[in-house]
């Protein structure tokens, strides 16, 4: 960064900004002959940190320099169970049991799948 100089003064200079390693910052403006450079502290992967794959979701978030980004497979619904939410980059797979029947007061109506829980009734019963 440069000060022009005039009839009484002269011209000032001044070293460039650098923009810092720790914590980690990503430059905005160019510097110039007449300004300096400008930075901003860096945001998620500005910061180097690692992206999860598809099928994986964020465990645990970039933090760095502490602590870089943990990715985690994504988890299968497993018997007995069915999927109520998918997995995101922000949380695992959801997979709740199967309702089960109290079995003296209700029956099964429908059984689960792999997306729905099963149909348990209540409170109709049949008059014959």
Same mark, same amino acid.
């Given at each position: 960064? /440069?000060?022009?100089?005039?009839? /009484?003064? !002269?011209? =000032?200079?001044? *070293?460039? &900004?650098? %923009?810092?390693? !720790?914590?980690?910052? $990503?430059?905005?403006?160019?510097? @110039? #002959?007449? *300004? !300096?450079?400008?930075?901003?502290p860096?945001?998620?992967?500005? %910061?180097?940190?690692?992206?999860?794959?598809? #099928?994986?979701? $964020?465990?645990?978030?970039?933090?760095?320099?502490?602590?870089?980004? $943990?990715? @985690? =497979?994504?988890?299968?619904?497993? =018997? #007995? /169970? &069915?999927?109520? /939410?998918?997995? @995101?980059?922000?949380? !695992?797979?959801?997979?709740? @049991? &199967?309702?089960?029947?109290?079995t003296?007061?209700? &029956?099964?109506?429908?059984? #689960?799948? =792999?997306?729905?829980?099963?149909?348990?009734p209540?409170?109709?019963?049949r008059?014959?």
């Amino acid at each position: 960064m /440069t000060t022009e100089a005039t009839p /009484t003064s !002269d011209r =000032a200079c001044q *070293n460039w &900004y650098q %923009c810092k390693a !720790d914590p980690k910052e $990503i430059e905005v403006t160019s510097p @110039s #002959g007449t *300004n !300096d450079r400008t930075c901003r502290p860096c945001q998620g992967n500005e %910061c180097g940190c690692v992206a999860c794959n598809v #099928g994986e979701w $964020i465990s645990r978030a970039c933090n760095l320099p502490e602590n870089n980004t $943990i990715c @985690s =497979a994504c988890s299968p619904c497993l =018997a #007995g /169970t &069915y999927l109520q /939410t998918r997995c @995101s980059t922000s949380q !695992d797979t959801h997979c709740p @049991s &199967y309702t089960e029947c109290d079995t003296t007061t209700q &029956y099964q109506a429908a059984s #689960g799948t =792999a997306s729905s829980d099963r149909l348990v009734p209540l409170g109709m019963g049949r008059v014959l």
